[in-house]
Each structure stands twice: as C-alpha cells, then as structure tokens.
C-alpha cells in the first residue's frame, strides 16, 4: 500500500516513512496500531508505542485461564472488570475475576495471564480495595514474574494533577518484576467506555493470536461490551422528578436540595449504599457567554460522534464539558494556536505556573486570556471531552420506597478570579429543574460500601453535610427490614438551626429505636469550631468497645479533610483505648478495613 502525497496530509518525508513502514507490518502491529489511533483521538493515553520493545508479547503461546483483579472506589472500574470476565468467558478463556482486597497476593506467582483494572483516588492514591495488594507488589515480598503476561487499565480524570497514577505504578512495577505486556497500557479519563473497549479488544486479539492465531470476535471497535440492565451509563433512564426541596433553614449559608426522582417502568434497582449517576447540561448563561466570544453561527452543525451531528450551540450545552480545565487540553489548545503566550505556560519547567493557572478557571477563562483556537466550531469542539456524569450516593431505600430513588445535593457557588462559578450538576438541579421534569440517569452499583449481611452487626456512621445521604438510605432499609444491630450516627454541620439534615426523621428513628444513638457537631454555633472528630474523641472508650463487638465503620464525604481527619482520629482512639502503638492501632485498621468493618464512600 502506497500513500500518494498530492492526495495526503503528509509531508514528504512522513509519506516516505510511512511506506517504508506499512508493508512489514503483521496483522497484529496493524490492529495494535488502529487502537493506539483510535485512544488517542478519543481522549485515553496508551503506554509509548512498543516497537520491538520485549516487555510487549510477541506472539509466544499463553495459557487459557485469565486473572482479572479490579481496584475500584465508586465502582467504575469494577464493572468494567466484570464486563471483561463475561466477554472473556465468550471468548473461551477461563476467567478468575476478583477484586484486589479479596485476592491472595502469595498466589500471584501462579498467574500467567493478568489483567488489572483500576482507578486513581485523591492525590495519586490506590483506592481502598486495592491498597493492600498494591503495597505488597510494591514490597519487598514481591515474587520475580517471569513468564507473566499482563495489561493495565487505568482509570483516572485528568483534572487531577496525578492522572491514573495508581494504573502507572501497576504496570511499571509488573514490568520490573519480569512481566511481559500482552498489551500496552490504556490510561483513560472520564468517559472511558470507548477507549476500554479498544483497550478489551487488543487484549483478547493478543491473547487469541498467541493461541492460535485468531482474532478478538463479537467485539465492535469502540463500542462497550454492557453488562445487566438494559438502562446504564451509555443509556441512561429519563428519570421524573417527584419532588424538589431545600433542606436547609432560612438564613443558612448553604443550600442542599433533596430530589426525589420516578424509576417507574425503569426495571433500575439499587441497593443502600450504591450510587445514582447524573447526566447535567451546562448553564445556558455560561453557554452564551462563550458564544459571544467565538463569534460563530450557534446554529452550525458540528459532529460529536459517529452518526450524532447536533448544534454548535446543543454540543457545548448537552455535550462537552466547558467548565473544567486540564493539561492535556491546553496542551492541545496551545499546539493548535499561535499564542506565545500559552505555548510558554504548557512548556516544560512551567508545571507549577500551570497548575495555579488551571485552578478554578474554565473555558470561557481560556478564550478570553488566549483567544480562541481552531477555525471553525468542528476544529473548536475537537479537542474537547464529554461532559462526566455526576455521582451522589442515594439517600433512600427501594424497599422503603418502591420505583423511587432520592438525592441530596449540595449546591455549589462560588467566586474565581473575579466572577461568580457554578457547580455543573449541582446548580443543574437546584436552578433549573422543577418537579415534573425529567433527568438522565443511571445505578452506579458500589459493593465497597454495604450494610452488614447480619443484620445484629453494630453499624458506626460519619457524615457530615450531605454526607448523610447513604445514612438515611441505611436507616430506611433496617427500619424496613426490622434489623436489630445498634447503629451510631455522627453528623455534623455549620448550625443546628439551620443546617440539621433530615433532622425530624433522626428524631423519629432514635424515638422508635431504629437508630441507638446520635452526636452532632455544629462548627458555627460555639466560639471554638466542633466537628464530628472532636465527638468521636469525647466518646472514644464506648466508640472502641463498638469496634471490639464487631462493629462496621462507615464514612461518607469529602476525602481530603473530613475523611482524612476521621481516619487519624480512628487511629487515635483505637492506640489509646486499645493501648497500642500507633503503628499497631493503623494494623488495626487495616484488619478492619480486609474484614470490610471499615468501608468509605468519599469524593
């Protein structure tokens, strides 16, 4: 196959390259190639391009049974494991699916064939079910992996400084351990359905042709194989909206709305503890302001993707994200415009004046400080990501609520470099819908946070704000189900008066005897600031003695300070009511935590 310059976007030295290139290529470099393309146009990074690098498989015979090990927080990366068992499984593979806590690092040695899916929590952190295996690869126990085949699937947001980091470390340590890659490393952003599915397809075309030189089938490029309900994150539900309040008091400083949505005709079911996914629009008014800057028709049809042409207008409200700034996409801006200036920021050396530039800024910021790039609306949107679902634990009980599922939602509003920004979903729901309307949707299962299956199981609950949510969703379910395990609740907020969530049913459930006990913190009502820690310390000899009858620990909410404070506290307690080291209380945990007594639902 030869390129004709006169009729290619190459020059003639890449034409010269490429036909030299294209002829030697196997029918398997052609497809590993094809799917590097393709990650790469749909916003996943693959690992660099192998060539003849030997960490690659080239072709030696595998065995038929698969490894697949998942570490997941919300569930993202689970489901996408148990997608990959069942194609797997169709492919004739016998197929060991588990998640990482639940796997025996010792056993690793008898792999042959891994595959790992996982996420990045926080700042570059594992996620809980993965913690324990990935310090034990990490450690001096780990096993030489010769003959080990292996491919990672990183799940990241590249929003975050350390963008699928946990998936990096993964896969360089299986290399350095002797491992060779069936297939290059995906690492995918938000919306990864596309990309893992490319990164699926590889895998299992690498594994057939090492068996018999067979390709991957039943695979469409691009196209996720879906597991379960027929409504899902690709084909969300249009949910009803039942009812729509604000459940703080006059005068608060905050606004949490409580939406109550219809899955009549639905078929979704969900379980405490799971998570609902939101699909928001963008605000108009943030829309229309980065119109009047571009300057070009809003009518003017763009292509969003195969087969899906819409309004330049429709894809920046119902379609691309406009209010989060990453590296990669000023990466991508600054190779497409002539601004000096922005190439400088996006250099090498600049990371940390990059870093504070991105800080609360969104697309509107970016064309106004470095104008707009690309010469027509196509160009403009083609280097823009979708906008991600949202995910809020539910707060409601399907047993107690039949074909309903409830939200609560903090609304989010703030001022950035001089003007006033909106949380995405948050104010999609407090501003703009009303009872009656409908809202796409989909069940995010979640079996890292679960209520005990003995229903005798003392039950610890942390959650301040809306992180109340899962708790009320608990106490509804063991009120339904007449559960007689003590529960303990620790909520907290800025004032009782205003702020108490959901305040008259935690009344009724401690009257009823539902619910054993309760402690409150409100951190603006006395002169020194009081969170839920500082009540967990006050109680810490009747908190251990929960922990030492069995008791589950649960904690919802913000990871990087209220989680992060809760689980120091934790330790604190537990060293000193358990007369411990400090080291000996965190192996406690620990414990608790591979026991699934210590379970965190935390964003």
């Given amino acids: 196959m030869q390129l004709q310059v006169i009729n290619s976007p190459f020059n003639q030295e890449q034409a010269e390259l490429l036909n030299r290139l294209l002829p ?39 065995s038929k049974e698969v490894t697949v090990l998942f570490g997941s927080q919300t569930g993202n990366a689970q489901g996408l494991a148990k997608n990959a068992a069942k194609t797997l499984e169709g492919q004739g593979y016998q197929v060991t699916l588990s998640s990482m806590k639940d796997f025996k690092p010792n056993s690793l040695k008898k792999v042959q064939n891994l595959l790992i899916i996982v996420s990045t929590q926080g700042e570059g952190d594992p996620p809980d079910n993965a913690l324990v295996f990935h310090e034990f690869l990490h450690g001096r126990r780990a096993p030489k992996l010769d003959g080990f085949n292996f491919s990672v699937l990183a799940l990241g947001d590249s929003s975050y400084e350390f963008f ?26 938000l919306d990864y359905d596309e990309p893992a599915a490319e990164w699926l397809q590889g895998v299992i075309r690498s594994l057939n042709e090492a068996q018999d030189g067979t390709a991957a089938q039943d695979l469409i490029p691009g196209v996720p194989q879906t597991v379960g309900t027929v409504y899902s994150r690709n084909n969300p539900f249009k949910a009803e909206v039942l009812e729509n309040l ?73 379609y691309y994200e406009i209010t989060v700034l990453t590296k990669p996409l000023l990466q991508k801006v600054a190779e497409l415009s002539n601004n000096e200036d922005l190439k400088k920021l996006v250099a090498p050396g600049n990371e940390e004046q990059l870093k504070g530039y991105l800080d609360g800024r969104d697309l509107l910021d970016l064309v106004r400080d470095f104008g707009q790039w690309g010469e027509s609306p196509q160009q403009f949107v083609s280097i823009l990501r979708k906008i991600p679902a949202r995910l809020y634990s539910i707060s409601s009980s399907l047993n107690a609520n039949p074909e309903e599922v409830h939200l609560t939602i903090g609304a989010v509003r703030y001022e950035a470099h001089g003007r006033e920004r909106n949380g995405v979903c948050s104010i999609f729901t407090a501003d703009r819908i009303q009872p009656g309307d409908t809202v796409s949707v989909y069940v995010q299962n979640n079996d890292n946070f679960k209520l005990p ?37 620790f909520f907290g907020d800025q004032h009782f008066r205003t702020d108490f969530l959901y305040q008259t049913e935690w009344q009724k459930w401690l009257k009823d005897g539902v619910l054993t006990r ?11 600031k009081v969170y839920v820690q500082h009540r967990m310390l006050e109680q ?43 080291e000996q209380a965190k192996e406690y945990l620990a414990q608790m935590q591979q026991q699934q007594r210590y379970q965190r639902d935390v964003y």
């Fill in 164 to 189: 699928c980091q946990t998936g990096k470390e993964f896969d360089k340590k299986l290399e350095e351990l002797g491992g060779t890659r069936l297939y290059p490393r995906f690492d995918c952003d």
């Fill in 540 to 582: 810490s000899k009747e908190l251990f003695n929960w922990l030492e009858d069995g008791a589950v620990v649960y904690i919802c909410g913000d990871e990087k300070n209220m989680a992060h404070d809760v689980h120091n506290t934790l330790i604190d307690i537990i060293a000193r009511e358990g007369v411990m080291s400090t």
């Fill in 246 to 318: 604000n459940l703080n008091g006059r005068g608060s400083n905050k606004e949490t709305r409580h939406l109550e949505l219809s899955l009549e005709g639905s078929g979704l079911e969900y379980q405490p503890g799971d998570s609902l996914g939101v699909l928001p629009e963008n605000d108009p008014v943030l829309v229309e302001l980065l119109l009047e800057e571009l300057k070009w028709n809003p009518e003017e049809t763009v292509t969003v993707k195969q087969g899906d042409g819409r309004s330049f207008k429709d894809a920046l409200t119902s």
């Fill in 453 to 489: 299956e003995n229903p005798e199981t003392p039950i610890i609950m942390l959650g301040p704000g809306t992180g109340v949510a899962p708790f009320r969703a608990f106490m509804q379910e063991r009120e339904e189900n007449g559960a007689e395990g003590k529960s303990w609740m």
């Fill in 24 to 62: 030697t290529l196997t029918e398997s470099q052609r497809f590993w190639l094809s799917g590097y393309l393709a990650a790469s146009q749909s916003g996943a990074a693959v690992d660099t391009i192998a060539g003849s690098d030997p960490t690659v498989n080239s072709g030696q015979a595998v």
């Fill in 518 to 528: 309760m402690d409150v913190a409100f951190s603006r009502d006395t002169d020194e």
